[in-house]
């Protein structure tokens, strides 16, 4: 029997902003071709793509432009990409579309209520978690969505070897990143001084990322592996 994922605060505050015409028509036509439907039944996911290939999930693409360059560079990968921001739903649509992508699939609901219901144990081969809301102020910390129970909860969906990848520009969001997967015996950090790891060349430097380089903001990205040992 599935053991509930209890959610009882939220990790995001839904700020919805204006769709365009073209965001809107995306949404209205392409959504049936390239969108996924939040359900409590399990993805079929060797049949969601044309392809059979490893599956990415990303949690909280934003605008898509990051995820777009992923899945363009990286045909042989299948992608997922999940967000509640439907302007960014609709852009990533748009995207897809224009460059006749088939290897990226979009799911617009609460990222932890599609990985516990929708998302299949065992079935990932890489998680990605870039730049979430870093919810500095100490009493909002609990809203934070890197908590041993989501951690947890991706343990069981994650395959042996597979990758849960972070990235952050706030240090104490980095931190505490660090601190809860380094007290997580199913994952392994794989830096070499059990801290952060330099940017994968796969993760596209983000115009958001540029801007805060240049303003002299540090970015600390973690790369953990799933080991063979069972969450709790």
């Not at 059990?194 to 303003?215: M, Q, V």
């Amino acid at each position: 029997m599935q053991t509930k994922y209890l959610r009882t605060i939220r990790s995001f505050v839904k700020r919805e902003g204006r769709l365009t015409a073209g965001q809107q028509r995306a949404l209205d036509v392409l959504w049936p071709e390239f969108g996924i439907d939040y359900s409590t039944d399990l993805l079929d996911i060797k049949h969601l793509f044309p392809q059979v290939a490893p599956v990415v999930l990303e949690i909280g693409f934003g605008n898509g432009d990051s995820l777009f360059q992923m899945a363009q560079n990286n045909p042989h990968q299948n992608y997922i990409g999940i967000e509640v921001h439907r302007p960014g739903v609709g852009h990533l649509l748009q995207l897809i579309e224009t460059h006749n992508l088939i290897n990226l699939k979009i799911i617009c609901h609460d990222a932890v209520d599609v990985i516990e219901n929708q998302i299949a144990d065992n079935s990932l081969d890489r998680v990605q978690l870039f730049f979430p809301d870093p919810w500095h102020k100490k009493k909002h910390n609990k809203r934070r969505i890197v908590q041993q129970t989501f951690v947890n909860l991706l343990a069981k969906k994650i395959k042996t070897d597979g990758i849960f990848h972070l990235a952050t520009d706030w240090q104490d969001y980095a931190e505490h990143m660090l601190e809860v997967l380094a007290k997580n015996s199913s994952f392994i950090n794989m830096s070499a001084d059990n801290e952060y790891s330099p940017r994968p060349d796969e993760r596209p430097i983000t115009k958001f990322e540029k801007r805060g380089h240049r303003l002299g903001h540090g970015v600390w990205d973690l790369l953990f592996k799933k080991s063979d040992v069972n969450s709790d």
